[in-house]
C-alpha cells in the first residue's frame, strides 16, 4: 500500500493498476524547504489510510496536492488512473490545463479544518449548490442526495437553518455532507476536529466512524486523534522529513513500531 524508495517521473501512459491513488516521486519545495521529498505511495480503492506525523512533515501538503491547491515540483500524481497535474501531449507530459484537472479533480472531496460554508445560505442549499452547478444534477435530485445525507450525518431536521444557527460540530458535520455530496471516489480529511470545542469532536468523529464502516468511499484522512485513526484505518503511514518512515496495519503501527521515530511520536501523543 505504500512505499518510500524514489523512482523517476513516468513520461508516457499513466499507469494501469487498480491503484485510486498514486504518488510516483513527487517531490514539493517551499523555497528551501522541502516538505516532500521524492515520495512514493499509492491508495487502493475503499480503503481508509490515515497519515500521521509530527507538524510540518508533509501531511497536509498531500492533500493539498490532490485537491490541486499546489503542484508539485517534480514527480506525478494519478487518481483513478489518470494523471492529476499532467497532461499526455506528443508521448510525454506537460502541465495540465485547468479543464484537465477540474475534470480529474471531480473524484476527490475535501473536509478541511475550517467549515467553509456559505454564510448566506441555508443548508439544504450549502449542500446542493456544488452539484447543481459543478455536476449538472437536477435541483429535485440535489435535493433528495443532500436531504439523505444530512440524515447521515444526524442533521436531518436542520435543512432551513443557516450556518450561524448550528454549532461548531454541527457545522462541520454540514460539511462533510457537502462533500459527499459530490460523489466523490475518495475523502480527505485535515484535521477536521481541530477548530472544534473538546465535547463537540466526538460527534463529528463518530458521523465519520459510520461513513467508514458503513460506506465503501476511499478515505484519506490526516489527524492526531491516534484513537480514531485506529479504528478507521486499513492502513497507517508515519510521516517525518517529507518522507513515509513506517507504515503498515494500525493495529501494527500503534502496539509495536519498528521505527525509533515512531515510538518516540507516539509516546507523545497517545
Not at 119 to 132: C, F, H, S, Y
Not at 176 to 182: E, F, H, P, T, V
Not at 224 to 238: K, P, T, Y
Request: aromatic share 4%.
Amino acid at each position: 500500500m505504500a512505499g518510500t524508495a524514489a523512482t523517476t517521473a513516468p513520461t508516457g501512459t499513466a499507469p494501469a493498476t487498480g491503484e485510486l491513488i498514486r504518488f510516483d516521486g513527487v517531490t514539493k519545495r517551499f523555497g528551501a524547504n522541502t516538505v516532500l521529498d521524492s515520495l512514493d505511495f499509492t491508495v487502493d480503492p475503499g480503503k481508509h489510510v490515515t497519515l500521521i506525523g509530527p507538524s510540518g512533515s508533509g501531511k497536509t501538503t498531500i492533500l493539498r496536492l490532490l485537491m490541486t491547491l499546489t503542484r508539485p515540483d517534480e514527480g506525478t500524481i494519478t487518481v483513478d488512473g489518470q494523471y492529476l497535474c499532467h497532461e499526455e501531449k506528443n508521448g510525454g507530459l506537460v502541465p495540465a490545463g485547468e479543464k484537465h484537472v477540474r475534470e480529474v479533480r471531480k473524484n476527490i472531496g475535501m473536509v478541511f479544518q475550517q467549515f467553509n460554508l456559505f454564510p448566506n445560505m441555508k443548508v439544504l442549499r450549502n449542500i446542493t449548490e456544488a452539484p447543481v452547478h459543478v455536476l449538472g444534477m437536477s435541483q429535485d435530485e440535489a435535493d433528495e442526495r443532500a436531504r439523505g445525507l444530512l440524515d447521515l450525518v444526524g442533521l436531518g431536521d436542520r435543512c432551513d437553518a443557516y450556518p450561524s444557527q448550528l454549532s461548531g460540530g454541527q457545522q462541520q458535520r454540514v460539511a462533510i455532507a457537502r462533500a459527499l455530496a459530490m460523489r466523490p471516489k475518495v475523502l480527505l480529511l485535515d484535521e477536521v476536529t481541530s477548530a472544534l470545542d473538546p465535547e463537540l469532536v466526538a460527534g463529528v468523529l463518530d458521523v465519520l466512524r459510520d461513513i467508514a464502516h458503513t460506506t465503501d468511499i476511499t478515505m484519506l484522512c490526516v489527524t492526531h486523534e491516534m484513537n480514531f485513526a485506529r479504528d478507521i484505518s486499513d492502513c497507517v503511514l508515519m510521516f517525518d522529513e517529507g518522507k513515509v518512515i513506517e507504515s503498515g496495519h494500525p493495529d501494527k503501527i500503534f502496539t509495536e513500531p519498528e521505527n525509533e521515530r515512531t515510538r518516540d511520536f507516539l509516546s507523545a501523543v497517545l
